[in-house]
């Protein structure tokens, strides 16, 4: 692994389904962030964690729950999946500091059906 | 008002072209600045950070004007490759999260 994982590249899911978008990283950044994009609406923040053990809430959080067990892994769970989930999803993490961007997961692509 | 604004365009240029966009940002307290670049169907790569001198890349040069809150990014001698959708980004928050534009779509055309 190099940089940020993301899995799996794409998946059409049916409406009240339980996924589960997998993201692990392997350059110890302790900030990780989940992204979701739409045509039209640019990048929105669903959820966030600053270190291992914490999470919290972006500008569009409903729907979505997120874990940060350890360092390397935080996982984005759509408890019962609906049409206005379809999206393009992405994962980042951020070394601490200032100076420094987000490095991003190549993305999921969810169609909800 | 969005926290990052930026024009979306498209900007429709000739290879060879000179070719700038502007990004307006709305806290006045932000401390870094990025350029994104993101092609279609991608995740969104660092093109580079904004330094408050001004800094150059090749043929990218991204300038802070923090008077009157804006970033710009000029592309000199725009190639093909170029197109793409250039995305301004600012830390707007305390801590380590970043805030997105809309972006900038840019199509070079032969």
């Known amino acids: 692994i190099a940089g940020i994982t993301q899995a799996p590249t794409s998946q059409i899911l049916a409406a009240g389904r339980r996924m589960t978008l997998r993201c692990t990283q392997d350059m110890r950044h302790n900030a990780m962030y989940w992204y979701r994009q739409d045509l039209g609406l640019g990048l929105r923040l669903i959820h966030y964690s600053n270190t291992a053990g914490t999470t919290g809430k972006g500008e569009v959080p409903d729907g979505y729950s997120v874990s940060r067990a350890n360092t390397d892994d935080f996982p984005l769970t759509l408890a019962s999946a609906v049409p206005s989930q379809t999206s393009v999803y992405f994962c980042a993490s951020r070394a601490p500091g200032q100076s420094y961007g987000y490095t991003f997961g190549s993305g999921t692509r969810l169609t909800v059906v | ?110």
């Open chain 2, 1 to 110: 008002r969005k926290e990052v604004e930026q024009d979306p365009g498209p900007f429709n240029v000739p290879e060879g072209a000179t070719v700038a966009f502007n990004c307006t940002y709305s806290n006045s307290a932000s401390q870094s600045f990025f350029w994104y670049r993101q092609d279609c169907r991608k995740e969104p790569k660092l093109l580079m950070s904004v330094y408050s001198s001004g800094n150059e890349d090749g043929r990218f040069t991204a300038q802070l004007n923090r008077a009157s809150q804006y970033i710009s990014l000029l592309i000199r001698d725009s190639k093909l490759s170029d197109s793409a959708t250039y995305l301004c980004v600012v830390n707007s928050h305390a801590g380590n999260m970043l805030t997105f534009g809309g972006g900038t779509r840019l199509m070079v055309k032969p």
